[in-house]
């Protein structure tokens, strides 16, 4: 199936990893810790004034991160005092429901009003997030609760019912407006998602429902007292991207844990009836990422050089303010006009390059150093291929044609920080130093670790693992049986068969002692 979807969660005790494939390649990437101690985009919280600031029209807002959030007076939206008179109502022997349905939006907030005659530094508000923290600065606040499903985003305080742009059919667009404006509860609005399209009403009334109840069982926390607090996460990463993502082109999810199994199961069940049955239980021997390839292909991509086609690769430098990627044609052969040439290594490129923009999802302003062509023409191709490329990303971006200079520039949203990934490991020869003992004398310190073991074991076996060009060095000898080499030194000096198993894993001089059963002796 053209353009077919495989999603592989990998369920490990600390965290939860999830990588989406299309045609087998990965282009979606992103980890979540199980006792998550950071905030997440929809994340909603009730926070506390720390400081306003006038100049800015804008406050610092405790939300228990550490860092302190900012929320812009815009960001408060228009029915803002419904929210405050809701969290200063509320309490212990309060009746929730009641206040929420009675509470009018009489005094819609100002459009061009100052903070500091709204807020006032200790006061209590709920808030979400609408922005992750990103380096030094804390995360971004709204205060315009959203609660998203994937057929509806139900709005709490507010009284408009708005239809997706992209539902071309006027008259699909009626029946789902007066649909929804009859199953919604008092005090609340919706916007409805291009997903809900052709949706029956039950299917809509449901999620309505949970999502309704979601929001409401966070009263409870709300009431219990008005110190900063967590009030509820949105979602999961797992079910946000099916949320937004999930469709026929799916093929399968895997999932190696059983209770995230049913989770999921279930969860499809409610947005998708009838898709459920795409979701599979793994329950092999390797872990998940390696049978399904991920490891190997997340250890390709996450690097500072990512290869293409045919020898040609890119940069990738990460700095505070900016990405830049630099396009180069490496050891690719010029079996064609230059140009021509030039022209399909940009294209391999950009292809690349928009895959490696959701992969590490970055964000902000991204420069990239196309190689120079020389016509007009190959410069308008290679931008309209960009924006083809990038027409599928669910991130709001920007892309420029190229400058006379072969730059492209493209700002894309920026709501998290860019996923970043160490593919680099410690060499166990020289341990993160760079430098490693002499080969002149590395016989000896390999004869130290016999000698040490024969004493301990006398007349035991061992097998010593190590690199093809050591074990020839160590077998070197006069003849057939290599008489005097270093190996039958050994085992004539120490009284023991020594078996040497070599593998081209190992570096050059790396080695390790084993006994016959497997354990190793050099530790």
């Known amino acids: 199936m053209e353009g077919e979807k495989d999603l592989i969660v990998d369920v490990a005790k600390d965290k939860v990893s999830v990588a989406l494939m299309e045609e087998h390649r990965l282009v979606e990437f992103s980890e979540e810790a199980c006792d998550r101690k950071t905030c997440s985009v929809g994340d909603v919280f009730l926070g506390r004034v720390k400081k306003l600031l006038p100049a800015l029209n804008a406050a610092f807002v405790d939300i228990g991160d550490g860092k302190d959030a900012f929320v812009h007076y815009l960001d408060l939206g228009v029915n803002f005092y419904a929210f405050d008179e809701f969290a200063k109502r509320t309490n212990r022997n309060s009746d929730c429901g009641g206040i929420y349905s009675h509470i009018k939006f009489e005094k819609p907030l100002e459009k061009e009003g100052r903070i500091e005659n709204v807020l006032s530094v200790g006061q209590s508000i709920i808030v979400q997030i609408s922005k992750e923290p990103i380096s030094t600065k804390g995360a971004r606040l709204t205060c315009e609760i959203?609660?998203?499903?994937?057929?509806?985003?139900?709005?709490?305080?507010?009284?408009?019912?708005?239809?997706?742009?992209?539902?071309?059919?006027?008259?699909?667009?009626?029946?789902?407006?007066?649909?929804?404006?009859?199953?919604?509860?008092?005090?609340?609005?919706?916007?409805?998602?291009?997903?809900?399209?052709?949706?029956?009403?039950?299917?809509?009334?449901?999620?309505?429902?949970?999502?309704?109840?979601?929001?409401?069982?966070?009263?409870?926390?709300?009431?219990?007292?008005?110190?900063?607090?967590?009030?509820?996460?949105?979602?999961?990463?797992?079910?946000?991207?099916?949320?937004?993502?999930?469709?026929?082109?799916?093929?399968?999810?895997?999932?190696?844990?059983?209770?995230?199994?049913?989770?999921?199961?279930?969860?499809?069940?409610?947005?998708?009836?009838?898709?459920?049955?795409?979701?599979?239980?793994?329950?092999?021997?390797?872990?998940?990422?390696?049978?399904?390839?991920?490891?190997?292909?997340?250890?390709?991509?996450?690097?500072?050089?990512?290869?293409?086609?045919?020898?040609?690769?890119?940069?990738?430098?990460?700095?505070?303010?900016?990405?830049?990627?630099?396009?180069?044609?490496?050891?690719?052969?010029?079996?064609?006009?230059?140009?021509?040439?030039?022209?399909?290594?940009?294209?391999?490129?950009?292809?690349?390059?928009?895959?490696?923009?959701?992969?590490?999802?970055?964000?902000?302003?991204v420069i990239v150093d196309f190689i120079d062509m020389a016509t007009g023409e190959h410069r308008n191709a290679l931008y309209k291929k960009m924006q083809e490329l990038m027409a599928g990303d669910r991130a709001r971006h920007n892309i420029l044609p190229l400058t006379k200079f072969g730059l492209m520039q493209i700002t894309r949203q920026r709501v998290r920080p860019a996923t970043e990934i160490n593919t680099t490991e410690v060499c166990p020869v020289c341990h993160g130093t760079g430098k490693i003992s002499s080969s002149v004398v590395i016989d000896e310190a390999i004869e130290r670790k016999i000698s040490a073991a024969a004493a301990a074991k006398p007349g035991a076996p061992l097998v010593l693992k190590l690199s093809p060009i050591l074990g020839a060095y160590l077998k070197k000898g006069k003849g057939l049986f290599n008489v005097g080499s270093i190996l039958s030194r050994w085992q004539k000096n120490y009284g023991c068969k020594i078996t040497l198993n070599e593998t081209s894993q190992f570096s050059v001089l790396q080695n390790e002692l084993y006994d016959k059963a497997g354990a190793r002796l050099d530790k």
């Not at 409805?192 to 299917?203: D, L, M």
Request: proline share 2%.
């Open 146 to 365: 959203s609660l998203a499903g994937r057929n509806i985003v139900l709005l709490p305080f507010a009284d408009k019912v708005s239809v997706s742009q992209k539902i071309r059919s006027k008259q699909e667009k009626r029946r789902l407006e007066l649909l929804v404006k009859n199953i919604l509860p008092k005090n609340y609005g919706a916007i409805i998602r291009t997903a809900a399209e052709g949706k029956s009403a039950s299917i809509l009334d449901n999620e309505l429902k949970t999502l309704v109840e979601k929001w409401e069982n966070s009263w409870k926390k709300l009431a219990r007292d008005k110190n900063v607090k967590l009030l509820f996460t949105e979602c999961s990463k797992v079910t946000a991207l099916l949320r937004d993502l999930l469709d026929e082109t799916f093929t399968s999810i895997y999932v190696n844990d059983a209770s995230e199994y049913d989770a999921l199961k279930s969860y499809i069940a409610l947005i998708a009836p009838g898709m459920e049955k795409i979701v599979k239980r793994y329950e092999g021997n390797k872990p998940i990422f390696d049978h399904f390839e991920v490891t190997r292909q997340i250890k390709g991509s996450f690097g500072k050089i990512v290869p293409i086609k045919q020898g040609a690769y890119l940069v990738i430098e990460h700095t505070e303010a900016l990405h830049v990627v630099d396009v180069n044609s490496g050891t690719r052969a010029k079996n064609k006009e230059q140009e021509q040439n030039t022209f399909d290594i940009n294209c391999y490129a950009a292809e690349e390059i928009a895959r490696q923009m959701r992969l590490r999802d970055m964000g902000g302003i």
